[in-house]
């Protein structure tokens, strides 16, 4: 079974700082894809960031980055240049493998409450 | 632009009746929706995945009677919560998969809806 970990309840940065959101996952499936969701207060999840297994190059996506290490079975998120609006809760997900023949959902971690102070 | 919709955004009823909650997929065709549940201060847990012309399939410890899924049409899927309780009170949230270039599964992400808030009294 997978497992998504995000050990960080709550993180504060100061503004216009870069901040790291630590997620590990466990599986024996060499073929998966990670994702980062953002959550703000209003309860929408957007979308943030994707990384798939096979990906030899980190992935980026304006201020955010996928810090992928395979062997370590870490994926964590790098914002750089925080802004107020960065603040809400952050969620690390995994989908299930493209061989298992499954509906490919995502099972998440339990999230990040990031705080960015001014 | 939004690439799901989700409608009500918010609802509050009293115990014992039933609340439907529509998913809708913009601009694309969406064989296999995802609904999910998040309790005040937890993660989101998947409770069924929707699929169109054919039964949901359930997580375990579900209540396929009580969350009846609906998937319709390629667009449209919808999630019925019967006979209500305030146990059910919950944030529900759709998703749907979008394809990678020239429909890669590899390179497939999910976006979500708004989401929905039910409040039972």
């Known amino acids: 079974a997978q497992k998504i970990t995000q050990t960080q309840p709550g993180m504060f940065v100061q503004e216009k700082e870069a901040v790291t959101l630590d997620c590990t996952y466990d599986?024996?499936?060499?073929?998966?894809?990670l994702f980062w969701y953002k959550q703000p207060s209003s309860g929408e999840m957007i979308f943030l960031i994707y990384?798939?297994?096979?990906?030899?190059q980190n992935a980026t996506e304006g201020r955010y980055s996928l810090n992928f290490q395979k062997a370590r079975k870490s994926a964590n998120l790098v914002i750089s240049a925080s802004q107020l609006g960065d603040s809400a809760m952050y969620f690390c997900?995994?989908?299930?493998?493209?061989?298992?023949?499954?509906?490919?959902?995502?099972?998440f971690g339990s999230g990040t409450q990031l705080t960015v102070l001014p | 632009g939004a690439v799901v919709s989700q409608h009500p955004s918010r609802v509050i009823c009293k115990s014992g009746t039933s609340v439907k909650i529509e998913c809708r997929s913009l601009?694309?065709?969406?064989?296999?929706m995802f609904w999910y549940r998040q309790f005040p201060k937890q993660s989101l847990m998947l409770m069924a995945t929707?699929?169109?012309?054919?039964?949901?399939?359930?997580e375990q410890g579900v209540e396929k009677d009580k969350f009846l899924i609906n998937h319709a049409s390629l667009t449209l899927s919808t999630l019925t919560v019967t006979s209500a309780h305030p146990e059910d009170s919950s944030f529900y949230i759709c998703?749907?998969?979008?394809?990678?270039?020239?429909?890669?599964?590899?390179?497939?992400?999910?976006?979500f809806g708004p989401g929905t808030r039910l409040l039972v009294l």
């Open positions: 997900a995994m989908r299930e493998p493209l061989s298992s023949g499954s509906a490919r959902q995502l099972t």
């Open positions: 929707s699929n169109e012309g054919s039964k949901a399939t359930y």
């Open positions: 990384q798939g297994s096979y990906d030899e």
């Open positions: 601009d694309f065709q969406a064989t296999t």
């Open positions: 998703s749907t998969r979008i394809p990678g270039l020239a429909g890669s599964l590899y390179q497939e992400t999910q976006y």
């Open positions: 599986t024996s499936d060499q073929s998966y894809g």
